[in-house]
């Protein structure tokens, strides 16, 4: 079994039967899953910014980093084992965005960011079946590829599924 682990700005997909997809510590980072109940395709992407025009080097050096260049990456990942090209029969789901500055989150990164992924997933003819976003703690979310099961799990609250 091959799991694929992914950091800050990771994307991975797999089809390996058994493996899962996973992240941890999302804090105002928001994770976005596709999964393909039909193939068992599972694929996640870990976004840390809204905009890739933030940070020109960054986004060509990690464009998983960014909302506006990760989630479609991850769809033509996703497209690329085998999904159809217009992402009929995907599940897409989202996670984090929280606000975990103390204080006043002046720069609102976490809404900033849930914002930026729905509107890319709109253009790309997609939206979330189910979120679990904002609040003000962080979530590890580990994507199941033989069940296409979310679980979400963060220190003090536990662990759920979405």
């Known amino acids: ?19 899962v997809v996973k992240t941890y510590a999302l804090g105002s980072c928001v994770a976005v899953t596709m999964y393909d109940p039909n193939l068992k395709i599972a694929g996640m992407v870990h976004v840390a910014l809204p905009e890739s025009k933030l940070n020109r080097a960054k986004s060509e050096e990690c464009p998983g980093y960014f909302a506006d260049l990760g989630v479609p990456l991850l769809f033509r990942e996703m ?14 789901k989202m996670l984090g965005g929280a606000s975990v500055m103390a204080g006043n989150d002046t720069f609102n990164i ?9 509107k890319i997933l709109w253009t790309l003819g997609m939206g979330p079946v189910a979120e679990d976003v904002g609040q003000n703690f962080s979530r590890t979310v580990t ?20």
Do not use: E, F, Y
Request: some cysteine.
């Open 1 to 19: 079994m091959s799991d694929i682990i992914l950091g800050i700005g990771g994307l991975g997909a797999t089809s390996q039967p058994g493996a």
């Open 79 to 92: 497209a690329r084992l085998g999904c159809q090209a217009k992402g009929r029969g995907l599940v897409v």
């Open 110 to 118: 976490g809404k900033r960011n849930i914002l930026a992924v729905k």
């Open 143 to 162: 994507l199941h590829v033989d069940t296409g099961l979310v679980a979400v799990s963060c220190p003090g609250r536990g662990q759920w599924q979405i």
